[in-house]
């Protein structure tokens, strides 16, 4: 249950209403399915696509950081029509079920070519001109899919269900049974990469990551599919379509989602690169990174037992702050240990330090998971309750568009330091310089940490509290009844006015 503190004292959120007996609407198969669509979305291998684009298909690096500027044109323009489309969507499937339909294929045969580069333009140089248009345009074609696809299901999942309690829920069970088997592609790849590159194995890398990364792209498909079949909204969006206006007016008066994007804004600032780099071109070998992770492994799962317990004693404001602080300030140790006489290149004392950061980082690891999707959900129903519809498309392209400018921005960036910093594409591993080694270490560990800091600041400012939280869902529950009542007593002109007064706020609970 959420919770919320309320003159100081920490209160437990408890429904109001009953929605209708507090119910599961969701069933079994229909859970099973749920579980299965959330564990599609982490079904790869993306841990490693730094590695394939370093050192396989060998793009350089001052051309991503100009494919991420135009990209990012391309977004502004096709984002913005793609908000629209989707909120203004009504079809007898529902608002968002097409597009997972018809996102969801695209993005499984681009993904397919996107594994075959290498064979397309084997012993290309990193600025071959046609293998770069070719990776471009890939790339935008993808981001368009992806974009219908992830407003799409963010979208869907706040409208599974009326009932928040039974949400949590679901959140909770997708994300602990989706972890048995969502982190087996990662882990298996990560020891036959290592076979690979230490020449145990005679197998070329271009034909691993194309053998998995196919594999994984069709799995997924299979599982949103199966999802796409048997679920359904519950939540019904209003007759009438909110207006391109209106759904503008929905992010900014949206509290919840302004603090959300404020944060998330904040916090794009961060300078770094996965820590699969520092395994691989420090340690020398990817698996001790699945190695130092086995004692975390089963406190993961343990974590989720401590979610309803912390719920009852602290805010959802308290533990969305506790829960990036606590794991900042458990990387920051193990930066400042790391850089103390080259420790970072001692096994001996970095990866003994790294297995217990993770063991004391997986301990808050059911919050990370459920808090911030629990917030994402209640902000589209704080939504519906202060403007009388919802505006799922709008408000997560905005959120996307200004995470993709910044994201651009920071990838350039990015980009541009692992080339200041002296890193070699295609080397064999381990041969870096000793300077090279270091910043790679800091830009997995520490620098990140420190430059997307000030992303905490604004949670300290999330708005609501167990007695909103309580009101909005009691009359969100009796608005929900009465107008489905209309609907079904009422005749076509009366629904129509109805819904008209929702979306004007002229539609009361009384």
């Avoid at 009438?240 to 929905?250: M, Y």
């Avoid at 009101?471 to 005749?491: F, H, V």
């Amino acid at each position: 249950m959420a919770l919320f503190k309320k003159g100081g004292k920490s209160q437990a959120f408890q429904p109001s209403v009953e929605y209708k007996g507090n119910r599961r609407y969701v069933g079994r198969a229909e859970t099973v399915a749920y579980v299965l669509n959330d564990a599609a979305a982490s079904l790869n291998i993306s841990d490693f696509y730094e590695r394939y684009i370093f050192d396989v298909v060998k793009i350089d690096f001052n051309y991503l950081a100009l494919h991420n500027i135009v990209a990012t044109i391309w977004d502004i323009i096709n984002d913005t029509f793609i908000g629209v489309i989707v909120e203004r969507t009504r079809t007898r499937w529902g608002k968002f079920k097409p597009y997972m339909l018809f996102g969801q294929i695209p993005l499984m045969i681009i993904g397919l070519f996107y594994w075959v580069i290498p064979f397309v333009f084997p012993g290309a140089a990193a600025d071959y001109l046609p293998k770069l248009i070719f990776y471009s345009i890939m790339m935008m074609v993808q981001e368009t899919a992806g974009t219908f696809t992830s407003i799409a299901n963010t979208g869907f999942m706040t409208t599974i269900t009326p009932n928040p309690v039974e949400r949590t829920r679901l959140i909770t069970m997708a994300h602990l049974l989706s972890h048995i088997f969502e982190d087996l592609p990662k882990q298996i790849f990560g020891i036959l990469y290592d076979l690979v590159i230490n020449k145990v194995v005679k197998w070329e890398l271009p034909n691993l990551f194309a053998g998995f990364g196919l594999a994984c792209a069709i799995l997924s498909t299979i599982f949103v599919m199966y999802f796409f079949t048997i679920s359904r909204e519950r939540v019904q969006q209003s007759v009438e379509r909110p207006s391109v206006i209106q759904g503008l007016k929905a992010i900014v008066n949206n509290k919840p989602v302004l603090i959300q994007v404020i944060s998330s804004f904040l916090s794009g600032f961060s300078i770094g690169k996965s820590r699969t780099n520092f395994y691989i071109d420090v340690i020398g070998s990817i698996t001790w990174k699945t190695i130092v992770g086995i004692p975390a492994f089963p406190v993961k799962f343990i974590s989720y037992s401590f979610v309803a317990p912390l719920r009852k004693r602290f805010s959802t404001k308290a533990l969305w702050i506790f829960e990036d602080a606590w794991t900042d300030m458990l990387w920051m140790v193990v930066f400042g240990i790391g850089s103390i006489n080259n420790n970072f290149m001692n096994k001996k004392v970095i990866l003994p330090m790294m297995g217990i950061e993770e063991i004391f980082e997986m301990c808050i690891y059911g919050l990370r998971r459920v808090i911030p999707n629990e917030i994402v959900n209640e902000s589209m129903d704080y939504c519906e309750w202060k403007n009388g519809y919802r505006a799922e498309a709008m408000t997560g392209v905005a959120q996307s568009l200004i995470a993709k400018l910044q994201n651009t921005v920071m990838g350039s960036i990015n980009a541009i330091v692992m080339k200041k910093i002296g890193y070699q594409q295609g080397l064999e591993i381990g041969t870096q310089t000793t300077k090279t080694k270091w910043w790679i270490f800091a830009l997995g560990t520490g620098i990140p940490i420190i430059t997307s800091s000030l992303g905490i600041i604004p949670k300290f400012f999330y708005p609501l509290n167990a007695e909103m939280r309580n009101q909005m869902y009691t009359e969100l529950q009796e608005r929900r009844d009465r107008m489905a009542k209309i609907m079904q007593e009422g005749s076509e002109e009366e629904t129509k006015l109805a819904a008209q007064a929702e979306i004007k706020g002229e539609f009361t609970n009384k």
